[in-house]
């Protein structure tokens, strides 16, 4: 059904002629750019049937918002994908922090962190609805990987439930150390981008409200002032007009 917006009430005809305003994602290249990466997630997610997707807190935390709203837009019938957050700091167990030689004022800065086997009864316990679907394809996300060190924290705790069939490892883009080096089994089976950008996907303001601790296999929130929340709300606005933008 067409819309004939002059037929509208005045108020009505406002609402629908209104232009979005972008505060934060001004450069239209930029956006583009965005949207680009997310549609290669998001469709990387349809073509390998990710059923569970786990994003690696914080940084890759906003990712989620983009892929809801593609999915939402183009692929409405894929109903079945959950969506998780991970700490990969929690999945550091006393017995590695040890062996580092965490100095004091890091230890204290980061929190406590538990044994290995608290840990695995903690991710248990916080993550049964994923453990209820480990029989189906999952994908580790982040933005970003230098050695696969933090990614291998994730992955050591997952393959603990998951058939190794079923897991796999994206990131944005590739940062430092070539895949030679990396730490083994951590290695990812998808790049959204060659290009490397430095682990600043979303801009140097889009930092979730979120803080990684040790001990504790999901993030907390942070106590932040009204501004970062404002900021944060619009992130989140910008993101899912740059998808309705594009698409």
């Known amino acids: 059904m067409n819309i004939n917006l002059n037929n509208l009430p005045k108020k009505e005809q406002n609402i629908k002629q209104e232009k979005f ?21 998001s469709e990387y997610i349809i073509s390998k049937d990710i059923s569970n997707l786990i994003f690696v807190d914080k940084r890759a935390r906003l990712t989620y918002v983009g892929v809801k709203e593609y999915l939402r837009i183009k692929y409405p ?13 929690g999945l550091a167990p006393r017995e590695d922090v040890s062996k580092n030689k965490v100095n004091n ?22 993550y049964q609805e994923l453990l209820k679907n480990k029989e189906k394809k999952t994908l580790i996300f982040d933005i970003c ?32 150390k070539t895949e030679e080096d990396f730490i083994k089994d951590s290695t990812p089976d998808f790049y959204v ?3 490397s950008k430095n682990c600043i996907v979303f801009g140097d303001e889009a930092y979730p ?16 002032s009204q501004k970062s929340k404002i900021i944060s709300q619009k992130i989140r606005s910008e993101i899912k007009q740059t998808i309705k ?3």
């Open 105 to 126: 004022s890091e230890y204290h800065a980061y929190g406590r962190p538990k044994k290995r086997l608290d840990i695995f009864q903690e991710f248990e316990e916080t």
């Open 77 to 89: 019938e894929k109903t079945d994908l959950n969506i998780y957050f991970i700490n990969p700091l």
């Open 193 to 195: 981008t060659e290009e």
């Open 21 to 41: 305003e972008y505060s934060i994602f001004t450069d239209q290249a930029f956006r583009k750019d965005l949207f680009s990466n997310i549609k290669k997630l």
């Open 209 to 224: 409200l979120v803080d990684n601790k040790l001990g504790k296999v999901t993030s907390e929130p942070r106590d932040v």
């Open 245 to 247: 933008e594009f698409i």
């Open 145 to 176: 990987t230098h050695s696969g060190f933090t990614l291998s924290r994730v992955k050591n705790v997952l393959d603990k439930y998951f058939d190794p069939a079923n897991l796999e490892i994206g990131v944005f883009d590739f940062v430092g």
